[in-house]
């Protein structure tokens, strides 16, 4: 719902002490001394740092084990271990996609993530079940978060028969992406992977999203094979590569010409950031004029414990991964996780400026680098003009109830 | 100062419910329905998981802006570049060593961390005065917290004449350990430095830690010059490596000779767990019987914005950092933040048991791998039985008081 407020004594971008009037959910004037219309709330935000919303551009929200009893992580070494330990669990262990997605869209809307890009698992054992659950939360939450859906092969595709039919009827259903996994590694059948996952693409005209995990010349092998297909297609600027740990290989030979036709070709990257994992380059990507996004990935799932989906940690992540140390480099990393994931997403309405969404958060911080440093709590999460959290606490998604979220006012 | 206390309803290791029953300072008993003798408090934890205290064991005292105005990092990009600013920024923003390193002290307490090995710098501009407001605070913090100092020749030893004899006098004055740095990188003279440090050690009879970035066949053949003197001079067990990124390298034919000495000559090896750095393998180093402690390194200094000084946050890290998924793997990266920190510091009474010191703190989580996936606030820090925080506050730290801290009871 769109609403009125005037948000006042912030710091709007840590820069001058500035107040923001929303008018039906669009920023109308941002600067000293708003006084607010008849009838317009106020917010006093006593001198916040006010930043545009983040952006989580790579999640699972079909997976997350939040709140759940806890399961010790049997999973074995290998991906293909983790992935078969995982379709096992989602049974034996009841992880609920519809429970459980509402339950981290509550978690991401608390700290100010109001741009959600999941991928959902499509398979031949779970069918569209994680799909199913995951878009009722969608309906559900419209009112508090925008989200869009990668259906996502995560037991592989070709080696899966029976799945692509499945991804074509999720793309039907409502998934805006087309997304591949390890075409080589999981697969074992780049070509094949990728002719299906493109075909798909130009059925639905959606775009793609590929997890990339593969190394050194085996990444960049299969990123030749999606540059052909992008070039031969004209399909610039509809491709994301997800981790994309291939780039962050050490030798600038094999790096620096993928980066270049990254840019050529409009493909984006996305990157956690991994600490324990060869990681893309941020600041080289960005400075070739690369989109660069960020996200969660899972959180708190059948792989890992990890994770909370605080985007402004994940900055931080991003920031202690790069190096990211002067306040200007800092800035970078809070930048991919908010504007970079918005070009991803396409969000035009996304930016703290006139004429955007007021959507936004606060946070007791002193500038940019500050919150990235220390990502402290969000004080306030405003959509469209409604406060949707409050001191870490999302105001909207308490209860399990599956009615959808309709907003009157804030509850008590 | 030494106290009684009925610790009731916790859940110790994350184990089964038992209480804690200490007297003057050291836990006498463990099990479930202890009752308190007459006159002894009771704190009712209420099934919170009690953990043994962090043990920071890498850190700067001397050097952290917390809760200073904010200064933008403008330091250049090599080591150098960063020792040279820090040693002007130091008196040009008035980084007062007392008064910073009693902020980081309660810092450090309010999260759980009750032991503290810190780094000193000791160089011929700012002389022994970062030594002096440190041990004031040492003096001051006595009740709250156990501090030992390394005199470290932060801008070099070789290469700035007068700083050995200042080492010499710092050692005299209190530090516990004797400081190395990069002796072939910064000093660009590794024989000397080596001999000048080994040779302080022996005089004082100190152990010593040398901060070792030195990457690849650089690092790996001054940890060999290290190997030779400890041998000769009979060091086992009195050497700590920091840092130690050539232990990072990917080729297990450098990496695994290093280890197997390590481990031979009883050399411990400090990580942070850095994102985005080589970092010591901390599986393997365990496996082959290393002793490995954690530090939160610089806490906000002129280095870089980051850091909090959570040693139980470091867990994370250094779980993210190492890949380490299964709970046991979690509990690992626990153990070396507690245990491992208390081997490195010879803390004999630290640990959660009868008979040891009642050093411990509670954690609102399920079991040992949740806390180190979650890292929450902590609920309670009592030290020898006294509770020094609550909630995430250090209780006896608020005002910049100089006199010490005695305990009479709790402030409201």
Redesign the interface.
């Known amino acids: 719902m769109a609403s009125d407020l005037l948000i006042r004594g912030g710091r709007p971008h840590g820069l001058a002490p500035a107040d923001i009037l929303v008018r039906e959910g669009k920023v109308v004037a941002m600067g000293p001394c708003l006084q607010p219309p008849p009838g317009v709330p106020v917010e006093d935000v006593h001198g916040a740092l006010v930043l545009p919303s983040l952006v989580e551009a790579h999640t699972h929200l079909d997976k997350s084990l939040w709140d759940m009893p806890?399961h010790?992580?049997?999973?074995g070494p290998s991906l293909m271990d983790k992935i078969d330990h995982e379709r096992h669990a989602r049974r034996a262990w009841d992880i609920d996609p519809q429970r459980q997605s509402a339950r981290q869209v509550a978690l991401s809307v608390a700290q100010g993530s109001l741009h959600i890009l999941s991928h959902v698992d499509i398979d031949t054992d779970q069918g569209l079940w994680c799909l199913e659950g995951v878009l009722a939360t969608r309906e559900r939450c419209r009112a508090l978060v925008d989200i869009q859906l990668v259906a996502f092969p995560q037991s592989g595709l070709m080696r899966r028969p029976g799945t692509l039919a499945l991804m074509d009827q999720a793309l039907t259903m409502g998934c805006e992406w087309v997304g591949g996994l390890d075409p080589y590694a999981i697969d074992r059948d780049p070509k094949g992977q990728l002719d299906a996952i493109f075909a798909l693409s130009q059925k639905h005209g959606r775009p793609i999203d590929i997890h990339l995990h593969e190394p050194e010349e085996m990444g960049a092998l299969t990123l030749d094979l999606v540059f052909e297909r992008v070039r031969a297609l004209g399909l610039q600027g509809q491709v994301t590569i997800s981790h994309a740990f291939c780039l962050g290989s050490a030798r600038s030979e094999l790096v620096e010409p993928l980066i270049a036709e990254l840019a050529a070709l409009d493909i984006a990257v996305m990157t956690t950031?991994?600490?324990?994992w060869s990681a893309p380059p941020l600041k080289r990507l960005l400075a070739a004029g690369v989109r660069v996004s960020s996200g969660s990935d899972g959180v708190?799932d059948t792989?890992?414990?990890?994770?909370?989906a605080d985007m402004l940690e994940r900055a931080?992540?991003l920031?202690?991964?790069?190096?990211l140390?002067?306040?200007a480099d800092?800035a970078l990393a809070l930048e991919v996780c908010t504007h970079g994931g918005a070009q991803v997403m396409r969000l035009h309405g996304h930016g703290l400026a006139v004429g955007k969404d007021a959507d936004l958060f606060t946070v007791r911080a002193?500038?940019i680098?500050?919150a990235?440093?220390?990502h402290p709590p969000r004080e306030l999460v405003v959509r469209r003009g409604t406060v949707v959290a409050r001191n870490g606490q999302c105001l909207h998604l308490a209860t399990p109830s599956p009615d959808p979220i309709v907003f009157t006012k804030e509850p008590a």
Chains 1, 2 share one sequence.
Request: proline share 3%; glycine share 12%.
């Open positions: 806890w010790a992580n049997t999973a950031g991994p600490a324990g708190r792989w890992k414990h990890y994770g909370n931080t992540f920031g202690l991964r790069n190096r140390t002067t306040d800092m002193e500038n680098a500050h990235v440093a220390a």
